[in-house]
């Protein structure tokens, strides 16, 4: 079983970066932090206190860059009915997919991060807090964009509804996330971790049941 | 949950008054038949009278509305979908199967070869030809090494020499013990044991 999954996972990831897809979000988020000073000017100051808020906005805008790639091309060419009639659950494959999504979401991501940062003038310990708050999101960020994927799946502007559904849940994460910027060395960083683990372990039910939903 | 009508050791295909609701529908009802090793099913009937869907309910994707079965443990659904993916040449897109199934890089190519796709192994799928998928699921299906083998329309788009080359697979896989219930207009050249006719349901009630 756990074979299995390890050969789902690695066609997932495969996949991801050979299709180029998995830098689309990369190329967007240093898109907005290259936007951004020329938008609020170049003022050191404000871009030390903004900027590191401005990076948390971006990541979650760039979590919902690949949810059209997620979960529907699957459905729609039948790789995930064959999945099930060799016996595996919906909630074994959505969270093959998050795992999967995570490796080819998470590494890019943070890297983008670390280049825009320069952008922003973060340096040093902030530097060190917003990259950790950001690897400590992005399992999360994966396992949302994956449950929203696949409540969407088959719907006509899923995209636009995906946006809507990220907003409300995605609220906690920025809240510790981009709070653990303004108040380094606090208990910011652990609320972000317990939200994470949290979203990450429903995942697999969540986008489980709306799987076997779509199919019956 | 689908585990309870589907034991999973059993040899043989047992179903017993199967009913299939779809879309507020009933499909059909009281529905049983049974398959022992090495036989095949036939599964006829008009167009939307729930072919497909029983198919899919007997391969684990749908639960029955009434009724229960057991089938064996290894199952392979051969419908209208590919199910590969379209940007990998083909031996390398039933090289995820083939890992999943436990199969070897020489079943994949036996596979490819019974499908009558051997020339066709290192080219990306998305450039196949109508028949040329249709063998290709054909391929996924050999390949998979279940016992019991559910085809919907398994002819569709195929020149006849492709039929009797699938008549000759799927003898194959009957005499090596397997089982096969086929859902097809086109006739398959092999001997059926069993033939099942669903007939639309709103029709039968208004005879009564």
Redesign the interface.
Known sequence: MI??LA??IW?DVR?SY??GGTWLPVIFYLSAATLFPFAVGPDRDLLLQTGGGILWIAALLATLLPLDRLIQPDL????H???????LSDEMIAAARMVSHWLAFGPPLLLAAFLASGLMGLEGAALGTLLASLAIATPALAGLAVMIAALTAGLKGAGALGGLLLVPLAIPLLIFGAGSLSAPGGSALLFLGAISLLLVAITPFAAGAALAAV?? | MKEEQSTGSDERLVVEALGCVRGERLLFRGLGFALDAGQAGLLTGPNGVGKSSLLRLLAGLLTPSAGNYRAPGTRALCDDRLALDEHLPLAQALRFWAKLDGRSEADAASAMARAGLGHLAEVPVRYFSTGQRQRARLARTYLSGAQLWLLDEPANGLDSDSVSQLGTVLQEHLDGGGMILAASHIPLPIAFDISLRLEPLEELEAYR
């Not at chain 1, 729609?76 to 790789?79: M, P, R, S």
């Not at chain 1, 009915?81 to 016996?87: C, F, P």
């Open positions: 074979g299995n050969t789902i066609r996949q050979a299709s729609e060419n039948g790789v009915d064959q999945l099930i009639v060799r016996g199919r019956e």
